[in-house]
C-alpha cells in the first residue's frame, strides 16, 4: 500500500517548536529519499528538508537552517521534522513525500508520493 501520514502540526506562538512525523508504507520508505514540503496560501510548494533513509544525508532550505532537524526511524518507517525558534513565516501547511526521481531533494515536482498535509500555525 502506498502512504504517507502526517501528523504533530498545531498551533504555537513564536519562539516555540514542534515536530512533525511522518509515517510510510514499506514501499514509501524503501524509495530512497523523503522528505518535507511547505506551502502557505498564495503562495508555491517549497521544500524545506529531505534526508536519504539510508544513508541518513540531509539537506535544507537555507531559511530553515539551525532551526529545523529532519531524521528517520528505519525500525517504524517514519521520519520526523523537528522544528525549532518557529517564526510567523513558518505558517503553511506542511507536507511529506516519497519516492523523487530528481537529484534536487528540495524540488517538490520529482515527488511522486504525497501525504495529506498538516497544519502549522505560528502567531506573533
Known amino acids: 500500500q502506498v502512504q504517507l501520514v502526517e501528523s504533530g502540526g498545531g498551533s504555537v506562538q513564536a519562539g516555540g517548536s514542534l515536530r512533525l512525523s511522518c509515517v510510510g508504507s514499506e514501499y514509501t520508505y524503501s524509495r530512497g529519499w523523503m522528505a518535507w514540503f511547505r506551502q502557505a496560501p498564495g503562495k508555491e510548494r517549497e521544500g524545506v528538508a529531505a534526508?536519504?533513509?539510508?544513508?541518513?544525508?540531509?539537506y535544507y532550505a537555507e531559511s530553515v537552517k539551525g532551526r529545523f532537524t529532519i531524521s528517520r526511524d528505519n525500525a517504524n518507517n517514519t521520519v520526523y521534522l523537528q522544528m525549532n525558534m518557529l517564526k510567523p513565516e513558518d505558517t503553511a501547511m506542511y507536507y511529506c513525500a516519497a519516492d523523487t526521481y530528481y537529484t534536487n531533494y528540495l524540488n517538490p515536482g520529482g515527488y511522486r508520493i504525497w501525504g495529506q498535509g498538516t497544519q502549522v500555525t505560528v502567531s506573533s
Open positions: 534526508i536519504s533513509t539510508g544513508s541518513g544525508q540531509t
